[in-house]
């Protein structure tokens, strides 16, 4: 029988996040869906990296391991793991979004249409 493990990674409410987002310098986002869910619509100015292809395009998308960066998903489970995967790749100040897109979507905030 096999179980699996929550991860324990630090996380971020969407009210933080929109918040962080209007700052000087907000925080990266990393959208880890899939091609088809990222084309249902985005939180504006995140970045695009399926969670199987975070390993391969990490240090091109963030090269910076100190930078703020916060990894969202649809419910906020697969950012958990691409959020530790992170963490065990050396980044130091990454957070997941807590309820993923849908938990963005609940408190009322843009979802944009994802850019070509």
């Known amino acids: 029988m096999s179980f699996w ?4 990674v630090p996380e971020i ?15 990266r986002l990393l959208d880890v869906r899939e091609t088809e ?7 504006p100015g995140a970045i695009l990296i399926p969670m199987g292809q975070l390993g391969d ?6 090269p910076d391991e100190m930078e ?9 489970n697969r950012s958990l793991y ?3 995967q992170l963490r065990h ?3 130091t100040n990454v957070a997941s979004l807590q309820g993923g897109i ?3 979507w609940r408190q009322g905030y843009e979802i944009a249409e994802p850019k070509p």
């Open 13 to 27: 409410d969407a009210v933080i996040l929109h918040g962080k987002m209007k700052e000087e310098k907000p925080p």
């Open 102 to 104: 849908l938990g963005w």
């Open 68 to 76: 703020e960066i916060v990894v969202y998903c649809r419910s906020g």
């Open 37 to 43: 869910e990222h084309e249902e619509g985005v939180i």
């Open 57 to 62: 395009k990490l240090k091109q998308v963030a």
């Open 82 to 84: 691409s959020t530790e």
């Open 5 to 8: 493990r929550k991860p324990s």
């Open 89 to 91: 790749a050396g980044y």
